[in-house]
């Protein structure tokens, strides 16, 4: 049991970006947010830039705030024109509005930018299936299934 607490004890806290992701996931979108942003300084490289302003999008968009999270995913664009998690993010309020075909784009763009991005396959897997075209569906969704599971398999590396 000590070696159970000794393993704890001795480990590094979390940098910032790290709690900001565990919040995040928590739910605590509030202090996700607050913490996304002071992360956001001047000198931040441009694709860290525009992985803290898609999560802070995310955070956003769970609360509510479609249009400050639109421009969270699309200032992560503006900075990484072809960031995978921002077309997605940026496809999946298209398909929240209705936008079917939008989404669609969204989501191919997404794959061509990052074709190992199994979120952006299960998305489009979604959309394809609004438009009734249920081949590509189960396509799409069998492309993201074996991503998924070499993620799983694989490496588990540093966002931050």
């Known amino acids: 049991m000590f070696k159970f607490f000794a393993r704890f004890a001795s480990s590094q806290p979390p940098d ?38 898609n999560k802070r999008g995310a955070a956003r968009a769970r609360l509510g705030n479609r249009d400050m999270a ?23 309020l298209a398909l929240e509005d209705g936008l079917t075909g939008e989404a669609v784009k969204r989501y191919e763009s997404a794959i061509v930018a990052d074709a190992r991005y199994a979120a952006a396959y299960f998305n489009l897997s979604v959309a394809y299936k609004r438009q009734e075209r249920f081949g590509e569906a189960v396509s799409a969704l069998r492309t993201a299934q074996k991503l998924e599971a070499r993620i799983r398999l694989g490496k588990n590396g540093r966002r931050c």
């Open 16 to 53: 910032p970006c790290e709690r900001a992701l565990r919040a995040l996931k928590r739910g605590e979108l509030e202090s996700a947010e607050a913490q996304f942003t002071a992360l956001l300084t001047e000198g931040v490289p441009a694709l860290q830039r525009a992985f803290l302003l």
């Open 70 to 92: 639109r421009a969270d995913f699309e200032a992560a664009l503006e900075v990484v024109p072809n960031y995978a998690p921002s077309l997605v993010n940026v496809g999946n």
